[in-house]
């Protein structure tokens, strides 16, 4: 037997390899439970209660897809609106403004139900190859705000694999295999359909049973994105956009406002149009830098202060879909038009129906959030 097998030499290194393999174990431990835990939300004192999505759809029960639905309800007649933030989990101003939203909310007349996290298995973990964060900080006035930075796609843990080509299940459309996870490319879904298809399903059934009239889908795309700064309805939300529309010019704030192509499928705007029988969907984009192609290093400030090099460079080119400069597209700034965007969707929609008006009391101000930064309608931090 080889006697230097039993060494002190030897010892000391395998003792050295394990105490490696340990730190590793317990450093990868705590990133891996940090990434499983979700950002805190501090509902306004008129939240009516919390429900369950299981409750509308007993299928996604006992699933990470079974995520928290904030209603607001005053009790009193009116419609109702449903908004969802955090459908795609790598656009930050979507799940931001619903939470903005929840934290301030008070309702008069009718009901209002948020979604901040609508795909919470995509906030269990990033795109690969994307070198995202999978958390961000915001500033409050009471000290940081922490928030997850996730994925757009279902973490395939929950639904795998992927086919190589995705065939929407209603209308036969191809897609690429990955998008099979992409809620926003699986309306209206499916009862027993797939994880994701299950989950678009669950708000199809909320829309139908709570008789939502509006539902707003927030979402951010990349610079070079085509459909931006935009709010994409179908044709039966068309009286109620154009009512926006004209509202949010009269205040000097430009959105283009983008009819749903009939023949695009899987789309929120697309799909709760045609399947629905009583809710009228939107669908909002804002810039989003650090979603895009060209952005450089991954930061947090990259993420809330949407300044950009490599983007300045390109909008100075007049190779992106919106301005940018020097200035960027703050989160604020991006979290403000989305509110806003919902909140002249409401107004429009109790111009044309007073009886059945939604009143609500509390709902961020545009130019506050823009000027007093978001944070300012965040409320109690963690210390
Ligand atoms: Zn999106």
């Not at 994307?130 to 930075?149: A, C, I, L, Q, S």
């Not at 991006?334 to 909140?343: L, M, T, Y």
């Not at 969707?345 to 007073?354: A, C, D, G, K, T």
Request: with cysteine.
């Amino acid at each position: 037997m080889d006697k230097r097998v039993f060494s002190s030499d030897n010892l000391v290194k395998s003792l050295c390899a394990f105490a490696i393999l340990g730190g590793l174990f317990v450093a990868s431990r705590k990133i891996f439970i940090e990434s499983r835990q979700q950002f805190p939300i501090y509902p306004s004192a008129a939240l009516t209660r919390i429900a369950r999505l299981s409750e509308y759809f007993d299928g996604v029960r006992g699933t990470t897809a079974d995520g928290e639905v904030y209603v607001f309800d005053s009790g009193m007649p009116g419609a109702s609106i449903l908004i969802l933030g955090g459908t795609h989990n790598d656009e930050p101003s979507g799940h931001v403004a619903a939470i903005a939203m929840i934290e301030n909310l008070h309702v008069k007349k009718g009901r209002i139900f948020i979604v901040p996290r609508a795909n919470p298995s995509g906030l269990t973990h990033t795109t690969p190859l994307e070198g995202f964060f999978d958390r961000y900080y915001v500033d409050t006035p009471n000290g940081k705000r922490w928030f997850k930075f996730g994925s757009r796609y279902t973490n395939p843990i929950y639904q795998w694999p992927d086919p190589d080509i995705f065939v929407h299940h209603q209308s036969l459309q191809s897609m690429a295999g990955e998008e099979s996870r992409n809620l926003n490319r699986c309306w209206p879904g499916r009862p027993d359909g797939t994880y994701t298809e299950k989950l678009a399903y669950a708000y199809m059934e909320l829309m139908r049973k709570e008789k939502i009239d509006l539902a707003a889908d927030f979402h951010e795309a990349p610079l070079e994105y085509f459909l931006i700064n935009a709010i994409c309805y179908p044709e039966k939300s068309s009286k109620v956009a154009l009512g926006a529309e004209f509202n949010l010019s009269m205040e000097d704030l430009q959105y283009t406002m983008e009819a749903s192509p009939g023949n695009l499928h899987g789309f929120f705007h697309r799909e709760v149009g045609d399947y629905s029988s009583t809710t009228m969907p939107f669908l909002m984009e804002t810039p989003n830098p650090s979603q895009g192609r060209f952005h450089g290093k991954m930061t947090n400030d990259l993420i809330v202060t949407g300044q950009d090099t490599n983007y300045i460079k390109a909008g100075k080119l007049g190779r992106l879909f919106v301005d940018m400069d020097e200035n960027g597209w703050p989160l604020s700034l991006r979290v403000a038009r989305q509110i806003k965007s919902a909140e002249e969707i409401i107004n429009s929609f109790n111009e044309l129906y007073p009886d059945r008006a939604i009143e609500a009391e509390g709902i961020p101000p545009y130019r506050e959030i823009v000027e007093k930064g978001v944070g300012a309608f965040l409320h109690a931090p963690e210390k």
